[in-house]
């Protein structure tokens, strides 16, 4: 167990849809990140948040959007959902951004299946 | 911009063999570099990482690596290959963007290594 816990483990769905993907970081990491992994795109960045900001932004979709909330745990809202979403959404956590920080823990990942 | 290269999608290899997996970067900083596992069904594991100072770097499982500037490399070795090293291997750089988010990982598109009998 990481200590980084994500929700829910597997989701299906139609095309068309929304969906909200929970992340719970690490006891003591201020950092989120999520990630998406696909067969064709490999582990793709898509944001960062510390401490409730956005801090950096990848290649996420405007149909995308995600937070932090005070108590640091993080929400991925994915809507409109098309075929191509279907990948495994991983989310990370660090302790900061600090330069002992750069260690990423990744929690177990969230697999999005859109039929 | 910071970017990483993995040499072979897939590696296959004997058990007991030496396994290599290669890894190249591109950063105009200097760079924090890592190496991650990822199991069947799994989230990502770091391996070890580099950041300053010793540039043989050892980590989880037998598992070491190399930085080497000149190069432009951080290949992973590993002496003598177990069937639970089958998996899939993703080497990252750290990035540093205007916003401070410099933790952010730009990872390579991964070796599956296969490790037969």
């Known amino acids: 167990d990481s200590g980084v816990t994500q929700t829910p483990k597997h989701l299906i769905t139609a095309t068309g849809q929304r969906v909200t993907l929970r992340c719970s970081p690490r006891s003591g990491d201020l950092s989120v990140y999520w990630y998406q992994q696909s067969l064709d795109q490999g582990l793709q960045f898509l944001i960062q948040?510390?401490?409730?900001?956005?801090?950096a932004k990848g290649n996420i979709l405007e149909r995308f959007s995600a937070q932090q909330f005070p108590d640091l745990h993080s929400e991925l809202n994915l809507s409109s959902l098309e075929l191509g979403d279907s990948a495994l959404y991983f989310c990370?956590?660090?302790?900061?951004?600090?330069?002992?920080?750069?260690?990423?823990?990744f929690g177990a990942g969230s697999r999005l299946t859109v039929l | 911009a910071q970017s990483v290269t993995q040499l072979g999608s897939h590696v296959s290899v004997s058990e007991g063999a030496l396994v290599l997996l290669r890894c190249n970067y591109s950063?105009?900083?200097?760079?924090?570099l890592f190496w991650y596992v990822q199991y069947p069904n799994q989230g990502l594991q770091l391996l070890l990482k580099?950041?300053?100072?010793?540039?043989l770097v050892k980590g989880i499982n037998g598992f070491e690596a190399e930085f080497k500037k000149s190069e432009t490399s951080f290949h992973l070795t590993k002496p003598s290959a177990h069937m639970s090293d089958a998996a899939e291997y993703f080497c990252a750089v750290r990035t540093i963007t205007n916003s401070g988010g410099y933790n952010k990982l730009i990872f390579g598109a991964g070796t599956r290594l296969a490790v037969h009998p």
């Open positions: 948040y510390y401490n409730g900001e956005e801090r």
């Open positions: 580099y950041t300053t100072g010793a540039t």
């Open positions: 950063s105009s900083v200097p760079p924090y």
């Open positions: 990370a956590s660090s302790r900061g951004v600090g330069t002992g920080a750069n260690v990423l823990t």
